[in-house]
């Protein structure tokens, strides 16, 4: 009787951890979302494309994005860097060699302390970005993944419990 209450209880409380926001489990706060950006001085966006290994990329064709319009084009250097002016706070796509990357741009005073003061891109096919696979269904399905967690607990507690028949007399 002990062992099925001890059960119950331990089903009761992982169903309520799953259901917490993260945030409330947190010892720390929530780490830095790399897409927040601080603009330098004049509005400008700076950045860096590598490869997988972290070699630049130099000369290839970048195009700032806001709104689905072009708001400028530039071109990496030898080390893979480049900047646009002229740029106020809102959302900007980098695009360049058929990927795009959003980014939250801010005014270099009112920007969140996590923003970094620019934008370091991985190009390639092996660089994995953790919103795929089971990570991105649980974060994108909490409760549904509360649900099945629940469930995985709750159904052996369960038949555990229908198991209680006292023994057959011989």
Request: one cysteine or more.
């Amino acid at each position: 009787m002990k062992i099925k209450t001890i059960q119950q209880l331990a089903a009761m409380v992982a169903a309520v951890g799953m259901m917490l926001p993260q945030s409330a489990m947190a010892a720390q706060p929530k780490a830095a979302s790399q897409g927040d950006v601080a603009l330098r001085t004049g509005g400008v966006f700076v950045g860096q494309y590598v490869d997988a290994q972290g070699a630049a990329v130099a000369g290839v064709d970048v195009a700032m994005h806001a709104g689905g319009k072009t708001v400028a084009v530039t071109k990496t250097d030898k080390q893979g860097r480049f900047a646009v002016k002229g740029l106020k706070t809102g959302q900007y796509d980098v695009v360049a060699m058929n990927q795009k990357q959003s980014f939250r741009c801010w005014d270099g005073k009112a920007a969140p302390p996590h923003a970094r003061n620019g934008a370091l891109i991985v190009t390639g096919s092996d660089v994995v970005t953790g919103q795929g696979g089971l990570l991105g269904f649980v974060q994108n399905y909490p409760l549904m993944s509360a649900a099945a967690v629940t469930a995985a607990i709750a159904i052996p507690v369960g038949i555990a419990a229908a198991d209680d028949d006292p023994p057959a007399s011989p």
